[in-house]
């Protein structure tokens, strides 16, 4: 039975949306074959993630928070992990950060440390939102095309998809969101900057065939 382990900062509007997108679009793809594990808000600080990764058998960690270059950062921006810095036993671990950034130097840090595969983004992650969010953020329909393209990587992968057709549902997404859009248009421009700059183990981040 897969253990999952999903993070998420929670803390500000930015972290707000992304957890509020992740726990609604997801739920009903958590099934009795997972056993799921959260650490979010205050809780997502370190060194409580590497004390309970040692201390539980994960094979898929999900995160949602800031993040650098070099660093996945947690409750209010408390580094998590960083390039440079000791990373836990990743062995046979697939990682999915959403976060900026993230994927060029940890991304890569990670699956030296033996990550089975790692999915993210090398530049910004983008998404727009109304200018009064709503009290359920998932509810934002301008937020929903951008951050639900991300959802998809979770979905396919909790639903044991080989990485490839993962990967095939999100350039789907894109497509079909933007087929009736102007050249210029700013959505078709943040989902293809956000597509262009996903990195996962169809495009040689980690093992092609890697799945839970």
């Known amino acids: 039975m897969p253990h999952v382990l999903f993070l998420d900062a929670n ?6 949306y ?6 609604h679009s ?19 600080v370190q060194p409580k993630v590497d004390q309970y990764l040692r201390g539980k058998n994960i094979v898929y960690i999900s995160g949602a928070g800031h993040g650098a270059y070099d660093s996945f950062k947690g409750y ?3 580094v998590i992990w960083a390039e440079g810095i000791k990373l836990p036993r990743l062995g046979g671990v697939i ?10 130097q940890l991304g890569k840090a990670m699956i030296a440390a033996g990550a089975r595969a790692f999915w993210g983004y090398q530049e910004n992650f983008r998404f727009v939102r109304k200018k009064f969010p709503p009290a359920d953020r998932y509810t934002d329909t301008s937020a ?9 990587i979770d979905i396919g ?11 095939d549902d999100v350039r789907k997404h894109v497509i079909q969101e933007t087929s009736n859009l102007g050249p210029f248009d700013f959505k078709r421009a943040i989902l293809n900057h956000n597509f262009r700059h996903l990195v996962c183990p169809s495009v040689y981040w980690g093992e092609r065939n890697s799945r839970i």
């Not at 803390?11 to 707000?16: F, I, N, P």
């Not at 992304?18 to 726990?23: E, I, P, Y």
Request: hydrophobic letters at 45%; glycine letters at 4%.
């Open 144 to 152: 929903r095309w951008a951050i639900y393209m991300d959802c998809l």
């Open 157 to 167: 992968i909790l639903q044991g998809k080989r990485p490839d057709l993962i990967y």
């Open 95 to 104: 990682i999915h950060l959403l976060s900026c950034q993230a994927a060029r």
């Open 11 to 16: 803390w500000d509007l930015v972290t707000e």
């Open 26 to 44: 997801l739920a009903s793809h958590i099934t009795p074959r997972h056993t799921v594990h959260e650490l979010n808000g205050a809780d997502l």
């Open 76 to 78: 209010q921006d408390a």
């Open 18 to 23: 992304l957890f509020s997108f992740r726990t």
